[in-house]
């Protein structure tokens, strides 16, 4: 199923208040596999949950929260926010009865992804995650894996990518619609965007044979993406971040480049000296 609806924006949350900002079911996006919300904690809400049929892992954005499951705890954070240090996420498979306790005020991404493989909780600390430098010149962008291809996971595959002010993302325009490994797999993929100034605001581009959408994307916006090439640029100024969220048939991140394009990956200039804009721990 296609979706046809590519841009979502978070509801405001007042500070110190419990309540989802997102909630965006499969049904809601139009397509079969993902399902991404951001939730809000005050200092103490408790939060309980159990997904028989979905795997998900909390990525924390903001503040710090206890989890616990079947006996075990673990204090996942802190972190201010996500531009000041690595991530902290933990791995639930489905069928996995939890229990989260905010410690202090704090925003988590709560990416899912339909499940019913029996597989082991897991903590993900910020020295657990990967780093790369990619691209170069106004091109370059630092990625930071959290559950990667490897991770002993069923469909869910989630990185953080951080952009400088006046950067192209994403980039060259490249796309994962098709199921022809190892070329390319299909997956379905949400963006969701933060900036280092709230004011920021950036452009997402989709686009194919059918279509062409430009987008305007600001503090706490989704883009879901099913088909179609989509670079992202943001702008003068603003630094940039984005939550990738991804789900396929395969535990794959190939993608095919836009042939017009594909030839800027084999001639990088030197990267962007700004970068890494968040250090690894």
Same mark, same amino acid.
């Given at each position: ?21 997102? =909630?965006? @079911? ?6 079969? *596999?993902?399902? +991404?919300?951001?939730?809000? !904690?005050?200092?103490?809400? $408790? ?90 010149? =106004?091109? @370059? ?6 559950? *990667?291809?490897? +991770?002993?996971?069923?469909? !869910?595959?989630?990185?953080? $990518? ?120």
């Amino acid at each position: 199923m296609k979706t046809s609806r590519l841009l979502y924006r978070s509801a405001r949350v007042p500070q110190g208040r419990t309540a989802a900002a997102l =909630n965006l @079911t499969p049904d809601a996006l139009g397509w079969d *596999r993902i399902h +991404f919300a951001v939730r809000h !904690l005050a200092a103490g809400a $408790v939060w309980t949950g159990l997904s028989r049929d979905e795997e998900r892992c909390l990525v924390l954005l903001r503040g710090e929260f206890e989890v616990s499951w079947s006996g075990a705890s673990h204090r996942i954070g802190p972190r201010a926010d996500v531009f000041s240090a690595y991530p902290h996420a933990v791995y639930l498979p489905a069928g996995t009865r939890f229990r989260v306790a905010a410690g202090a005020a704090c925003e988590i991404a709560d990416a899912r992804a339909r499940s019913t493989k029996a597989l082991a909780p897991r903590v993900i600390r910020p020295d657990d995650c990967g780093c790369e430098i990619r691209g170069g010149g =106004n091109a @370059t962008r630092q990625i930071v894996d959290i559950v *990667r291809p490897a +991770f002993p996971a069923d469909r !869910l595959l989630i990185c953080e $990518v951080f952009t400088p002010g006046g950067n192209w993302s994403s980039y060259p325009p490249h796309k994962h619609d098709v199921d022809d490994p190892p070329r390319e797999v299909d997956l379905e993929e949400i963006y969701y965007f933060r900036y280092r100034d709230p004011n920021g605001y950036g452009f997402h581009r989709l686009y194919d044979a059918r279509r062409d959408d430009t987008l305007r994307v600001t503090h706490g916006d989704v883009v879901a993406v099913r088909d179609g090439y989509h670079p992202f640029v943001t702008a003068y100024g603003y630094d940039a971040y984005y939550l990738n969220v991804l789900a396929g048939t395969r535990r794959s991140m190939a993608a095919s480049d836009d042939p017009l394009y594909a030839h800027f990956r084999h001639g990088w200039p030197p990267p962007d000296p700004r970068l890494p804009l968040v250090r690894r721990p």
